[in-house]
């Protein structure tokens, strides 16, 4: 048995724990890992339970990690494993720490395929095809990009975004306003019918032709 002679907490934004063991420098922990676990000074500890706590630390290390990662919007279980990864945490850790943020409802892709579906409908509407393929690069599976995709209707989706390209053209010239609309249009997606349909509703009603 050893024990735990001196707490040193440290002066980081994460707040860590320098942690002393029989007089000697044995680990640093994060200050929330130390109360969770009950640690203090005077309280002797296993030989191996210095390595369990260390592991327990890099588990809420790498969960605190995924927390602020999804303070910004919410993400996909593969975003999350890329960001990981790229942070040097390892996949069984990754892997814990999906399982309890799944557990808390804080992970959930059909939730975040719906939520990316929402938003371009809102703010930047594009095809159903092409939102298809952000959701697959986003690491959706199949059933659930073609689940929520099949909600977008794509004369609708390119009717918003032709009127909301249309306001900084302008209507003068037909042909000028169908090449630039079409190509806008084009760029999200959309197909040559709808396009055409598109550009020559928004058209009709820029210039109040019925």
Known sequence: MSKITRLVIGKSREKRVRVFVDGNYACTLLAEVVLKE?????LELPDAQIEALTGK?????CLNAAIRYLG?????ETEIK??????????DCTEKALTRLKEQGLVDDTAFARFWKDNRESFSPRSRRLTGLELRHKGLSND???QVTGEINDSESAYRAALNKARHLSPADYMDFRRRLGAYLGRRGFGYDVI???TDTVWKELKNIT
């Open 196 to 198: 055409k349909e598109t």
């Open 82 to 91: 890329q960001r990981l990864k790229r942070h040097g945490y390892d996949s």
């Open 38 to 42: 009950g640690l203090r000074v005077g």
């Open 57 to 61: 630390d890099h588990y809420q290390r």
């Open 144 to 146: 659930i990009i073609e």
């Open 72 to 76: 910004y919007r919410p993400r996909s």
